[in-house]
């Protein structure tokens, strides 16, 4: 199977890069990126013990990088890739700049948008489960370092 440069999975292996790098700085590995006429144009994962700031998850750091880069607040031409999937904070900052597409990898049993219902905008796509087990096994890998 060849991998499209442009496909989903092609981009959430670059959110699961930045969950790697979450991983390395003891933080919960999540990674997300926002995606643009086929442009990654924001990349970011969770900060928030390094920033000490509860607001500083992947997807939040990524949607304001994005807004910069754009100069706008609204993202509705643009894709969020998230290895998982997000709390109610970060689907409500995704509602808000009216993204276009949301994409995660591994659900969220505990703290996921989902167990809310949709809280996403109403013209928001959500896909689910691309590269979910590799997702999943990153924040196994981090609960279980902790447990040590």
Not at 12 to 35: D, H, N, S
Request: proline share 3%; with cysteine; aromatic share 8%.
């Amino acid at each position: 199977m060849t991998l499209s440069l442009y496909s989903d999975e092609h981009y959430m292996r670059e959110a699961l890069k930045q969950a790697r790098y979450a991983l390395q700085e003891e933080e919960i590995p999540i990674g997300a990126v926002v995606v643009m006429d086929k442009q990654i144009i924001a990349r970011a994962y969770n900060q928030t013990e390094k920033l000490r700031d509860v607001t500083a998850h992947a997807e939040m750091l990524a949607l304001t990088a994005a807004a910069n880069y754009l100069g706008n607040k609204y993202l509705a031409d643009c894709t969020l890739y998230v290895t998982v999937e997000p709390c109610v904070m970060c689907a409500g900052a995704s509602f808000w700049a009216q993204v276009k597409r949301v994409v995660y990898g591994a659900p969220e049993e505990k703290r996921g948008f989902r167990r809310h219902g949709n809280l996403l905008h109403p013209r928001t796509e959500l896909v689910t489960g691309i590269l979910g087990q590799e997702s999943a096994e990153l924040m196994r890998e981090f609960f279980a370092q902790r447990r040590k």
